[in-house]
């Protein structure tokens, strides 16, 4: 039941899609390969089962990544079950070392320790690893990578007559959304000071944690003590700081990702960032309050049109029509979009702006951004 | 049904109280006065039949607030129905000049308009008014006071042996709840730049906008479209910047309150704010993400130690639980909530803190704010 409006629950199992998110893409469920590429990069999803996981699988799809052959991996709960993907029947395996045997793109989301324990292990058997977790994001020799950001950055890894494997990080999804719209304007103006309040989806707690919002809406709705598994208080018409753990500084992981990630992605260890993160009762897309402090002047209709033409942007500015970006809005959608694009009034002189962004966390915050790194390895 | 809900549908009259919300008092219905004290005043309440309207009863009852006797105004579409107060019965009257002969205290809240036309005619009248709108609040000649921060302003005004009425205004919400947690900070560091991002509830659009995001949510978990009556777009599970009009600088009106009124309320033209306004799926209490930059070192056990012994205060500030400010917290509660304190890492020398900040919008965000007003002139 629960799957039906969270949308998101094993989608090439269930078939189901969601509504509470716009329409997703069926395309996966419905197009055919005319030929797979023989000369395609075997690819290894593991965790497959995941939020994120079933969006590689329909990312892949929509964006016919030319894949020789896929491994559908997750643990031993999952093992065995079976899969429909572009019209062919797949078992889902458990994973173990040997499951990177030949295997050239491993994609990788099934939490940190899984990753430290097999990311190392399949980069070893010669797979290029693309892993969204946090476990290796600020290890000094894994690029840290948001290809319309800092492609630069993995351009030493190749798939093509590679010796070895490797791994990639993929960005946090609050980095990655965050930078999408910073990184254009920074390079204009070079950004010396951000400060970030977030406005973050269930999605980033994963499929279960959607689950948990919608049957606590349902059950507050019916009058019903919320049932609290996955967060340890009400989610439904309420919000919270992130659940991450707080550190001695008093900021949460979740926060100290945008600070540190920052740094590594713009290679500037004097950028200061702050960041505040907070869960609100929304699905899978998130929003972001950026205030913006710049070296040099920035006027808002100069930082617009630059917004405008940079790649996988879309600016949603319509200040007549009170219309801006909303996370429904982007849910499934590839794009961060931005707007409420404005000359901070509390800087002089163009020194300052506050934008606005909203992007899919499940999408550009975690499969897709796995999938242009994949593609650029091609 | 939705008044089940969102539970601010006239308690007076269905007598329901909410559980989207934390449980309200029902001291309200069941108290009774042993006597009204015949030297209290006379006491106007505009605008009875709304969120706030009914929360100013809430708050007198109590506050066991010493009135002699009091009118209960409203539109003509509420005139002539019944209403049930401190076990007396009350005829809902409609607004009119002569409704404010003889009253001492009229607390306003039924819109900027009503304020405009019947605010200088209770004055004029001898009514002291306590108005709850925008209408007057930057007029130079009307005091915009939140009791905890700046009573002086309204120190002239007084209903012993006035000649005359006056206004006194009520600061918007977002701005009272804000300036709770950040003025005892101010006093001791001066604060030089605030950056504000807000996760505003439903109830600052009143009772309607939180029966139809109640409405939504039930539409959307049955796959329905969801009614956008008070709001153009979805509001459940989503959220959207303040459908306030926006201004020519980029600003909506919402958060060029925050900037102004804080100025005003500090007496410190000098002091630079900007804000991002942002609409939540919340019912009834706000949430603020406030950056702060001193003028004079702050450290954060000094900040928390200085908010815990501030009038209207309470830290919820436990690292080790993740346990922090929510506004289902503080539904319905009188105190602003306000954590996530900590040194700010983008600013050097302790110079910034990073706090969040939970209040009840239509309690100490509107009624009780105005009904503290009105016991000061006592």
């Given at each position: 039941m629960?799957?039906?409006?969270?949308?998101?629950?094993?989608?090439?199992?269930?078939?189901?899609?969601g509504?509470?998110?716009?329409?997703r893409?069926k395309?996966?469920?419905?197009?055919?390969?005319?030929?797979?590429?023989?000369?395609?990069?075997?690819?290894?999803v593991?965790?497959?089962?995941?939020?994120?996981g079933?969006?590689?699988?329909?990312?892949?799809?929509d964006?016919?990544?030319p894949?020789?052959?896929?491994?559908?991996?997750?643990?031993?709960?999952?093992?065995?079950?079976?899969?429909?993907?572009e019209?062919?029947?797949?078992?889902?395996?458990e994973?173990?070392?040997?499951?990177f045997?030949?295997?050239d793109?491993a994609?990788?989301?099934?939490?940190?320790?899984?990753?430290?324990?097999?990311?190392?292990?399949?980069?070893?058997?010669?797979?290029?690893?693309v892993?969204n977790?946090?476990?290796?994001?600020?290890?000094p020799?894994?690029?840290?990578?948001?290809?319309?950001?800092?492609?630069?950055a993995?351009?030493?890894?190749?798939?093509?007559?590679?010796?070895?494997?490797?791994?990639?990080?993929?960005?946090?999804?609050?980095?990655?959304?965050?930078?999408?719209?910073?990184?254009?304007?920074?390079?204009?103006?070079?950004?010396?000071r951000m400060v970030?309040?977030t406005y973050?989806a269930?999605?980033?707690?994963?499929?279960?944690?959607?689950?948990e919002?919608?049957?606590?809406?349902?059950?507050?709705?019916?009058?019903?003590?919320?049932?609290?598994?996955?967060?340890?208080?009400?989610?439904?018409?309420?919000?919270f700081?992130?659940?991450?753990?707080?550190?001695?500084?008093?900021?949460?992981?979740?926060?100290?990702?945008?600070?540190?990630?920052?740094?590594?992605?713009?290679?500037?260890e004097?950028?200061?960032?702050?960041?505040?993160c907070?869960?609100v009762?929304v699905?899978?897309a998130h929003a972001?309050?950026?205030?913006?402090?710049?070296?040099?002047p920035?006027?808002?209709?100069?930082?617009?049109?630059?917004?405008?033409?940079a790649?996988?942007?879309?600016?949603?500015?319509d200040?007549?029509?009170?219309?801006?970006p909303?996370?429904?809005?982007?849910?499934?959608?590839?794009d961060v979009?931005?707007?409420?694009?404005?000359?901070?009034?509390?800087q002089?002189?163009?020194?300052?702006?506050?934008?606005?962004?909203?992007?899919?966390q499940?999408?550009?915050?975690?499969?897709?951004?796995?999938?242009?790194?994949?593609?650029m390895?091609?």
């Open positions: 629960h799957a039906v409006v969270s949308g998101h629950r094993l989608p090439y199992i269930s078939g189901r899609t509504n509470l998110t716009a329409r893409s395309r996966a469920n419905t197009t055919v390969r005319m030929a797979f590429r023989e000369d395609g990069p075997t690819v290894a593991v965790g497959v089962t995941g939020a994120v079933q969006e590689f699988l329909q990312v892949l799809s964006r016919d990544f894949y020789r052959s896929i491994r559908m991996l997750a643990s031993r709960r999952s093992a065995g079950r079976h899969l429909s993907f019209n062919r029947e797949y078992t889902i395996e994973l173990s070392p040997e499951s045997d030949g295997v793109v994609l990788f989301s099934a939490g940190g320790s899984v990753s430290r324990e097999f990311g190392p292990v399949a980069a070893e058997r010669g797979a290029v690893v892993d977790s946090s476990a290796f994001r600020m290890d020799g894994v690029p840290l990578v948001i290809p319309e950001v800092n492609p630069d993995m351009k030493h890894i190749r798939l093509e007559g590679r010796s070895k494997g490797a791994i990639i990080a993929n960005p946090n999804c609050s980095t990655i959304i965050c930078l999408m719209a910073a990184t254009p304007l920074h390079r204009r103006a070079k950004v010396v970030v309040s973050q269930a999605s980033g707690a994963g499929a279960a944690a959607m689950e919002l919608e049957l606590q809406t349902r059950e507050v709705l019916d009058g019903k003590r919320p049932t609290c598994k996955i967060f340890k208080q009400q989610y439904a018409f309420n919000l700081s992130h659940n991450a753990p707080v550190l001695s500084n008093g900021y949460n992981e979740e926060e100290m990702k945008l600070v540190k990630e920052t740094r590594k992605i713009w290679n500037d004097d950028v200061k960032v702050t960041a505040t907070i869960r009762p699905m899978r972001e309050s950026v205030n913006l402090q710049f070296e040099n920035l006027d808002e209709d100069t930082a617009r049109e630059i917004l405008k033409g790649p996988g942007v879309v600016v949603i500015d200040r007549g029509a009170n219309r801006f909303t996370p429904l809005e982007v849910s499934n959608k590839d979009a931005v707007g409420r694009v404005r000359q901070d009034v509390s002089d002189g163009n020194h300052g702006l506050d934008i606005f962004v909203c992007g899919d499940i999408r550009k915050g975690a499969a897709l951004n796995a999938v242009q790194i994949a593609e390895l091609l």
